[in-house]
């Protein structure tokens, strides 16, 4: 069977005007970059309001404010008054698979995770936020944050927005947001409200 060519011009523009409908279907359902903000028990409203108001500024995307969730009681470490910060971000991602952009866990608790410093693993170390790179949510805790708690909470919580946005921890800028604090409060006050070019190249919203 022998096609003409406007059958042939015909069929190519089809083509191409089934693909542009996938590829706006795409974008229309991923939507445009957003974070969404979840108290995980209780947490202050003014706290609230100022993370939303920075992390708007900073990544300058839609913020908003979901309702409170409750902590499951089963992810405390057992004989410690801490939860477990892992146990808590995998909650959020599964709770929130289906929403659009990314999800950062507020709560007052005390949060851990195993991490390794000086060739050491430091079982259930108290730490103020955790995100798992490139994943969907992260959680930030108040509870350490003893001094500066404003813009403390201000660079955690743009620093592992950054982490679930798949930035690692910055190796070639000492005052990039995204260097590791190390577990060290003072590093978090020396850090600038600035991500290096090479951490901003890392970033990806989906």
Known sequence: MK??????????????????SI??????????PEISIVAVGDFPSSDLALVKEKL?????CKVSILPKIELPKSYKIKGMQRYSAIDIVRHLNRKFDGRNGKVIGLTQEDICTDRK?????????????????????????????????QEKLEKT???EIGHSLGIPHCESNSKCLMADAKGKGSKIDSVLLWVCDDCKKKIKWQ
């Open 3 to 20: 096609y003409s060519e406007k059958m042939i011009k015909a069929a190519i523009a089809l083509l191409l005007v089934s693909a542009a």
């Open 56 to 60: 708007a500024k900073f990544y300058k």
């Open 23 to 32: 590829g706006f279907a795409r974008l229309e359902k991923q939507g445009p």
């Open 117 to 149: 410093l000086n060739g050491k693993i430091n079982k259930n170390w108290g730490v103020i936020g955790l995100s798992l790179l490139g994943t969907k949510s992260c959680v930030v805790s108040n509870k350490r944050i003893r001094t500066n708690r």
């Open 157 to 159: 919580t743009i620093h």
